[in-house]
């Protein structure tokens, strides 16, 4: 086999490579075997059609086939040779493969050289840190709690900051198309909430309807919606109250297996300690490769970013 290495630049580099005629046609022989094993060619028996009829009849895929095997192959072989490794898998191209001719192609490839990126000794940076304060675990305790928060019905009185509020709604925009919605549930004080929706909802009981119009601002981050004046009709079919539950012992049994809220407590600073070393290794981690990316003599090969 015969190779011929150039380089592009200092990491991107092609090899020119000729694989000898008697190899070439081994291998078509080779795989035109296993096609006439396989094959049924009318007027012959399977297994019978002489190689002849095989390498005419299924010559692309014969090629096909050989170039798929050969080129790999000769590829690894090329840069072993040369005690090269590829960062990626090498883009191959001028493939020229004719029966009792050589195979030839070409390989690019991007490589990463040899460099001394100096004293490591020198490289210094503070650690990310780790530690995890009470009020995380506090804020970890009280994201459990919301996610076991239940709604309870509400009866005798209005609308209340903080409620869920059951409704049908239609609304209409400024060319009086309408656009409606059955059993829609809004809890006042959701940052989706539109600009004063839910001050047209307070003191609202179940059963009433009302119509309003809402100004959104021209900073509206909905820009369809921006600076435009939206007509609604709400009739309201239920009034729930998000109730959060007690953060205490039978709590911490309701999530499995602790038996105390201390208990949880020591099982939530455990998982937010674990995250945060590794949060912290990676930190650590992309510090130092930036410190020992400018030590790089040359321009890291596209393929590798």
């Known amino acids: ?36 094993r396989k094959a049924r060619v009318p007027g012959f028996r399977p297994g019978k059609t002489p190689p002849r009829v095989i390498k005419q009849r299924f ?33 191959v191209r001028d493939v020229s493969l004719h029966e009792g001719q050589p195979l030839t192609f070409t390989a690019s490839f991007d490589t990463v050289p040899d460099f001394d990126p100096g004293d490591l000794s ?38 209340d900051h903080g ?17 409606k919605h059955s059993d829609v549930s809004i809890e006042l004080g959701a940052k989706a909430n539109p600009p004063g929706f839910d001050e047209q909802l307070l003191g609202l009981e179940v059963g009433a309807t009302k119509e309003f119009t809402i100004h959104y601002p021209a900073d509206y981050p909905i820009g369809e919606l921006a600076n435009t004046d939206v007509s609604y009709t ?18 911490a049994k309701d999530l499995g297996e602790f038996e105390t809220l201390d208990a949880l407590k020591s099982r939530v600073r455990e998982d937010l300690e674990h995250e945060a070393k590794h949060a912290a290794e990676r930190e650590d981690r992309a510090e130092l490769m930036k410190q020992l990316a400018t030590r790089l003599p040359f321009e890291a090969p596209p393929s590798i970013i």
Request: charged letters at 35%; aromatic letters at 4%.
């Open 234 to 251: 709400v009739a309201v079919k239920g009034l729930k109250r998000r109730v959060l539950p007690e953060l205490d012992d039978e709590f």
């Open 59 to 91: 010559k692309e895929q014969i090629l096909h086939d050989v170039a798929h095997d050969l080129i790999p192959r000769a590829v690894d072989d090329a840069l072993r040779e040369q005690g090269l490794e590829a960062v990626d898998t090498p883009d």
């Open 122 to 159: 020198t490289i210094t940076y503070k650690r990310a840190s780790n530690a995890i304060s009470d009020d995380a675990v506090d804020l970890a305790l009280q994201r459990l709690r919301d996610r076991g928060a239940r709604f309870e019905p509400v009866e005798g009185r209005g609308v």
């Open 1 to 36: 086999m015969k190779t011929e290495f150039a380089d592009v630049n200092a990491t991107r580099k092609t090899v020119r490579v000729e694989i000898p005629t008697d190899v070439v046609s081994s291998e078509i022989d080779r795989v035109a075997r296993d096609y006439s």
């Open 163 to 179: 409620d869920t509020v059951v409704l049908d709604l239609e609304r209409r925009d400024a060319g009086g198309t309408p656009d």
